[in-house]
Nanobody, 121 residues
Framework: QVQLVESGGGLVQAGGSLRLSCVASGDIASVDSMGWYRQAPGSQRELVARITSGGNTNYADSVKGRFTISRDNAKNTVYLQMNSLKPEDTAIYYC???????????????WGQGTQVTVSS
């Protein structure tokens, strides 16, 4: 019905930057909020940032001032610009979107497959 595909992960040195992208496709009538979550080994999945359809944002305290979430509504795409990366940012990053689908005719939450971000010290 709806697919989310992340890209942009990789290996970077501490202090470096990465930009993640997530594209939603499928039976989409409209996309509400979109967000990024991450899960490190041995840890629970946690919110990194979310953005509403109108552009309002929320960030985890640990990434404020370093990460920026944005979106392109025409492309059903959300981005996460990550600067000043730290080893503790190492995790699998997952894209999430709340979508009103043309098939179910209701809002549903979808997850991407995840993309690995590794920050070396």
């Amino acid at each position: 019905q709806v697919q989310l595909v992340e890209s942009g992960g990789g290996l970077v040195q501490a202090g470096g930057s990465l930009r993640l992208s997530c594209v939603a496709s499928g039976d989409i009538a409209s996309v509400d909020s979109m967000g990024w979550y991450r899960q490190a080994p041995g840890s629970q999945r946690e919110l990194v940032a979310r953005i509403t359809s109108g552009g309002n944002t929320n960030y985890a305290d640990s990434v404020k001032g370093r990460f920026t979430i944005s979106r392109d509504n025409a492309k059903n795409t959300v981005y996460l610009q990550m600067n000043s990366l730290k080893p503790e940012d190492t995790a699998i990053y997952y894209c999430n979107a709340v979508v009103f689908t043309t098939t179910a005719m209701r809002f549903l939450s979808y997850w991407g497959q995840g993309t690995q971000v590794t920050v070396s010290s």
